[in-house]
């Protein structure tokens, strides 16, 4: 298993080196509702650093170019979730062109992830550390 302090430059890196779909996320998932809590991006979690991550749902959210397609990247990313989700997180997936063709339609999907419900009021979130 790598190191945490590994992880963390990692984490550090891909956060300096932001793509420009999860620049127009990070800036859209700061004007949801979650009075509370918050997400954090490339975020350590285990062996892995995810995009996005909602500790008080433990909810990650996942960003995937078309290189996602490749065989052996959708294999990685298929075991990377399987760990995940058997740690009790939700993995939720968009491709780029998602965030650029409907951005509207991706953050209701999280939206209703994180509330249950479209018509659901925004409800205050317990941050939990992990």
Not at 15 to 26: D, I, K, V
Not at 66 to 91: I, K, M, S, T
Request: overall charge positive; proline content about 5%; aromatic content about 8%.
């Amino acid at each position: 298993m790598v190191s945490t302090s590994i992880r963390r430059a990692a984490a550090k890196k891909l956060r300096a080196n932001t793509t420009p779909h999860e620049r127009m996320l990070w800036r859209a998932l700061k004007e949801l509702p979650m009075d509370g809590s918050h997400f954090r991006r490339q975020a350590p979690l285990g062996p892995y650093v995810v995009d996005f991550f909602l500790p008080a749902k433990r909810l990650i959210i996942e960003l995937d170019g078309g290189h996602h397609n490749e065989d052996n990247v959708a294999a990685r990313d298929l075991e990377r979730q399987r760990w995940l989700e058997n740690e009790g997180y939700r993995v939720i997936r968009f491709w780029n062109s998602e965030i650029v063709s409907d951005l509207t339609a991706v953050l209701e999907r999280i939206y209703i992830e994180l509330y249950e419900s479209r018509e659901a009021e925004a409800a205050p979130l317990r941050h939990r550390r992990t």
